[in-house]
């Protein structure tokens, strides 16, 4: 196998990661939609006993967004309510 072959091959594992890391982005934005503020400020927050993945932070804080803006979102997840 060649140094191309090998480039191609490790580009096109990214791009799988990358598709696979939207996709779950968008299942828990849309589980996330009837979540409480508490719970997803805590999830945004990464607090817990594992804290949460990328995704589930950026989800929590996109539903957040939606319901009280960016500077919204930020606030209550600073402020912790």
């Known amino acids: 196998m060649g140094f191309w072959d090998i480039l191609g091959s490790g580009l096109k594992s990214v791009g799988n990661q990358m598709v696979e890391g939207a996709q779950n982005m968008q299942r828990c934005r849309s589980e996330y ?3 409480s503020d508490s719970r997803l400020i805590s999830i945004a927050r990464g607090e817990g006993i594992f804290g949460s993945k990328f995704s589930e932070k950026t989800a ?6 939606e319901r009280y803006g960016e500077d919204g979102a930020k606030e209550k997840i600073r402020n912790g309510y």
């Open 33 to 35: 939609q009837s979540y």
């Open 60 to 65: 929590a804080f996109a539903v957040l967004k």
